[in-house]
């Protein structure tokens, strides 16, 4: 599984979570989850690449409670919890 098809498939179980996903032009170095009139919302930096938007990505949702009763395929699975094991060391 590529970055691509990583991408896409946590974009797909964002949605399946009640999590909006928008596309926008950030430049290059934004995006993340935030609260918008009562809605989660999961913005992806169009202008970003693949690498930095999964990254992105998993941070937003490594931590959301509700990730770990989702199905995720086993390289998805991992990278969450790569994440969440970075996070939680200290800098």
């Not at 202008?47 to 199905?71: C, Y």
């Amino acid at each position: 599984m590529d970055t691509a098809e990583k991408l896409e498939r946590l974009l797909e179980v964002c949605e399946a979570l009640d999590i909006r996903v928008r596309i926008e032009s950030l430049g290059g170095e934004g995006g993340g989850l935030c609260l918008l009139k009562g809605q989660r919302v999961l913005f992806v930096d169009a202008d970003a690449d693949g690498a930095w938007q999964m990254d992105t990505t998993l941070s937003a949702l490594a931590h959301l409670p509700e990730l770990d009763r989702v199905f995720l395929p086993p390289a998805l699975r991992q990278a969450i919890e790569a994440r969440r094991a970075a996070d939680a060391t200290p800098p």
